[in-house]
Nanobody
Framework: QVHLVESGGGLVQPGGSLTLSCVVS????????MHWYRQPPGKRREVIAV???????TYASSVEGRFTIARDNAKNTAYLHMNNLKPEDTAVYYC?????????WGQGTQVTVSS
């Protein structure tokens, strides 16, 4: 059974930083790309960062230069380092692993950026 568990969300002031973690079990973690999505209140879920098997990264324009996605295959963990956070980054953040047969999602972690 595949499980993805996010952690690290919380309340942060504008300009602050947070690091989200996503621990994956039940798959061969190193074989698949990892994705981070977010869903702001009242809006659709959107992809914001992807790290490929070879470590290549891709970012949405809204987060590029502020967010960094990373993976640690030895720990079966993906990370999202978020800097210079803005109120518009407020959302539920989800990690996702796309395998050959399915997309697996975590339960999400809330990030709130507010003074």
């Amino acid at each position: 059974q595949v499980h993805l568990v996010e952690s690290g969300g919380g309340l942060v002031q504008p300009g602050g930083s947070l690091t989200l973690s996503c621990v994956v079990s039940g798959t061969e973690f190193s074989r698949y790309a990892m994705h981070w999505y977010r869903q702001p209140p009242g809006k659709r879920r959107e992809v914001i960062a992807v790290v490929a098997v070879d470590g290549d990264t891709t970012y949405a324009s809204s987060v590029e230069g502020r967010f960094t996605i990373a993976r640690d295959n030895a720990k079966n963990t993906a990370y999202l380092h978020m800097n210079n956070l803005k109120p518009e980054d407020t959302a539920v953040y989800y990690c996702m692993q796309r395998t050959y047969s399915n997309d697996y999602w975590g339960q999400g972690t809330q990030v709130t950026v507010s003074s």
